[in-house]
């Protein structure tokens, strides 16, 4: 079955320090893997996927994930924070099965501190 | 890129009503469209798929009865709330992916927020 697991309900880090948001999938076949952000009261905003090739991605906002097969991780990460980036992020994952459905992960609540 | 709008952004009703909420594809067309929910500070459950032409299909769970999906043209998709009660509140959004786009370039609408009082 699909699914995907985000360990970490929140975390909180310092402006300006390194973040890495991890994220977990089971999928029976090749995975599409995705980060989304939501801010409160908002939709979702896609910040990058990931369909084959390189396993680095790069995404909007300076955010980058990395594919690991045999690790089936899927973890975002971004150099250095700003205070902005305070949301909820979602790590997703789809693929040719199931009709193209997106199963998404429980969320990740990320809090800046000055 | 592609834009998905969704029409009320929010909606208040009293409880035993019926509330639509529509979902459009604003520059591209979906035969597929999604149906999710998401709980206050919880993620977003798949509700049902959206099929133009044919019937929607429902995740385990979820009744087909209560929650009416009508997908009408190649862009307009409606949830049609049932009866609603107090505990029908949520955020509803919706998604479509794009014919010809990467694999499920899936694009999300705003949500809509529905309270029942």
């Known amino acids: 079955a699909q699914s995907v697991t985000q360990p970490d309900i929140h975390i909180t880090v310092s402006e300006g320090a390194s973040l890495e948001l991890r994220c977990n999938y089971s999928y029976g076949a090749t995975p599409y893997l995705f980060w989304y952000v939501q801010s409160p009261g908002q939709g979702l905003q896609l910040l990058l996927k990931y369909f084959s090739g390189d396993t680095l991605v790069q995404g909007i906002k300076g955010f980058e994930a990395e594919f690991k097969r045999s690790q089936s991780s899927f973890n975002l990460r971004k150099p250095s924070v700003h205070w902005s980036d305070a949301a909820e992020y979602f790590c997703a994952v789809g693929g040719d099965t199931g009709g193209f459905k997106t199963i998404f992960g429980a969320g990740t609540r990320l809090f800046v501190k000055a | 890129g592609a834009v998905v709008s969704q029409h009320p952004s929010w909606v208040i009703c009293k409880s035993g009503t019926s509330v639509k909420i529509e979902c459009r594809s604003l520059d591209f067309q979906a035969t597929t469209m999604f149906w999710y929910r998401q709980f206050p500070k919880k993620s977003l459950m798949l509700m049902a798929t959206?099929?133009?032409?044919?019937?929607?299909?429902?995740e385990q769970g979820v009744e087909k009865d209560k929650f009416l999906i009508n997908h009408a043209s190649l862009t307009l998709s409606t949830l049609t709330v049932t009866s609603a009660h107090p505990e029908d509140s949520s955020f509803y959004i919706c998604s479509a992916p794009r014919s010809g786009s990467s694999y499920n370039e899936q694009f999300f609408g705003p949500g809509t927020r529905l309270t029942v009082l």
């Open positions: 959206s099929n133009e032409g044919s019937k929607a299909t429902y």
